[in-house]
């Protein structure tokens, strides 16, 4: 069954603004993930471009390009739609995976699946 794990304050995600960044385990592996707030909800994937499997970010947790409009892997030049994960241009091989989120009571929670878990770290 699917854990709503807590992320961040609604606050610190701003229209087009810097990520947040989080790390999951994606089938298996650790993953970079990002949420971004674009046209007012939420939005949440690996952060991992569909081209080249690399996070897509040249400055820590900048992933919109400078109109706000898109995601941009600054590596390759491959865009994405904020609100989806679909390839919008550039070298894609389809689109971004999606996490799940939810916002309520000022709060942002992401949502574990059958491939996706919370990061633990082991002392």
Same mark, same amino acid.
């Not at 995976?97 to 009571?105: M, N, P, R």
């Given at each position: 069954?699917?854990?709503?794990?807590?992320?961040?304050?609604?606050?610190?995600?701003?229209?087009?603004?810097?990520?947040?960044?989080?790390?999951?385990? +994606?089938?298996?592996?650790?993953?970079?993930?990002?949420?971004?707030?674009?046209?007012?909800?939420?939005?949440? +994937?690996?952060?991992?471009?569909?081209?080249?499997?690399?996070?897509?970010?040249?400055?820590?947790?900048?992933?919109?390009?400078?109109?706000?409009?898109?995601?941009?892997?600054?590596?390759?030049?491959?865009?994405?739609?904020?609100?989806?994960?679909?390839?919008?241009?550039?070298?894609?091989?389809?689109?971004?995976?999606?996490?799940?989120?939810?916002?309520?009571?000022?709060?942002?929670?992401?949502?574990?699946?059958?491939?996706?878990?919370?990061?633990?770290?082991?002392?």
């Amino acid at each position: 069954m699917p854990a709503q794990v807590a992320l961040c304050s609604s606050m610190d995600l701003v229209e087009g603004g810097l990520a947040v960044p989080f790390d999951v385990v +994606y089938a298996g592996q650790t993953c970079r993930a990002f949420a971004v707030r674009f046209q007012g909800r939420v939005h949440a +994937y690996l952060n991992r471009c569909s081209h080249v499997a690399m996070e897509m970010d040249f400055q820590a947790n900048r992933l919109f390009d400078d109109t706000g409009q898109w995601l941009l892997c600054a590596t390759h030049g491959a865009a994405y739609a904020p609100d989806t994960g679909a390839c919008a241009g550039g070298p894609c091989r389809g689109g971004l995976v999606k996490i799940d989120l939810t916002e309520s009571s000022g709060v942002v929670h992401w949502h574990t699946a059958y491939n996706l878990k919370p990061f633990e770290f082991l002392f």
